[in-house]
């Protein structure tokens, strides 16, 4: 009997080791999310530093891979001349009013569609027809029909964010539940009020879903379209870094790029986040 008391302490014992170790035991909620945020920044910072070891001993050559701190120098350098400030302020003017455009008709045909099948027989199949078609393809024709100028720019980025924000918009809208359709049959409630207090309630988690993924294409679509004309913007920045191979002034612009994006899709994840908050209370 004492034996079996004995394993159970040991037993117990590493237990508690294991989650001080863990920071689940004997710390608040700031040891837990200290050993995580280390875990997640572990292997990029482990990355940096072989790639400044690599190419300070001359194995990277700078026109190729320049070295993080050239990067760093670099940004600084745009950040203090103003070009960076006027380029992001350009893309994120077109990315803003393209994403709107885009969004704004994905989510009225995609709401639409969910809600009558004669739509949905309409607009899907030319949805999927585009989908089919690279957004690459379509820049030369949108291009000839309205040239190198603001609005061909922002119809490639409306494109890019068309199809995800109307596909899960389409996909939450028929998931909602058939009950909550014949209820509201039953209650006779205004077509409005149950889109708005049942439908779009039950398909908003799909909604912004489509809403950020829309919102990754949409920076990628604003490069792209710079890439093909014009002097201004992320992508034409980028053309011109290549083309004098400033190799540390393209890897920084990759980086403003990539940290923009996952500042845009954090922010929709917490409004995503706080939209969700009556479900929750709902379960509980």
Do not use: C
């Amino acid at each position: 009997m004492a034996k079996a008391i004995t394993v159970g302490t040991d037993n117990s014992t590493r237990e508690n080791i294991f989650k001080k170790i863990s920071g689940d035991v004997g710390s608040t909620q700031f040891g837990p999310r200290i050993i995580a945020f280390l875990n997640t920044i572990a292997v990029p910072v482990l990355l940096l530093a072989l790639w400044q070891i690599l190419s300070g001993s001359g194995l990277l050559l700078d026109v190729i891979l320049p070295s993080p701190v050239k990067v760093v120098k670099a940004l600084f350098e745009m950040i203090k001349d103003g070009s960076l400030g006027v380029d992001l302020a350009v893309s994120g003017k077109r990315v803003l009013i393209g994403y709107l455009w885009g969004a704004g008709i994905a989510l009225i045909l995609g709401v639409f569609s969910g809600l009558n099948k004669i739509a949905e027989r309409v607009f899907s199949p030319v949805i999927n027809v585009i989908r089919q078609i690279p957004l690459y393809a379509w820049m030369p024709l949108i291009i000839l029909w309205f040239g190198i100028g603001e609005v061909s720019k922002e119809i490639i980025i409306a494109r890019g964010v068309l199809i995800p924000i109307y596909l899960n918009t389409l996909q939450g809208i028929k998931g909602v539940q058939a009950e909550y359709f014949e209820l509201a049959e039953v209650l006779e409630l205004k077509r409005s009020v149950f889109l708005r207090k049942v439908v779009l309630p039950s398909a908003v988690s799909s909604i912004f879903t489509g809403l950020r993924l829309g919102a990754g294409n949409a920076w990628m679509a604003v490069v792209a379209a710079e890439m093909l004309g014009g002097l201004t913007g992320l992508g034409y920045a980028l053309m011109k870094s290549r083309e004098f191979l400033w190799s540390d002034k393209l890897i920084a612009l990759m980086v403003v790029i990539g940290v923009i994006g996952v500042i845009i899709d954090v922010i929709l994840h917490q409004i995503e986040i706080r939209s969700l908050k009556w479900k929750r209370k709902a379960v509980k």
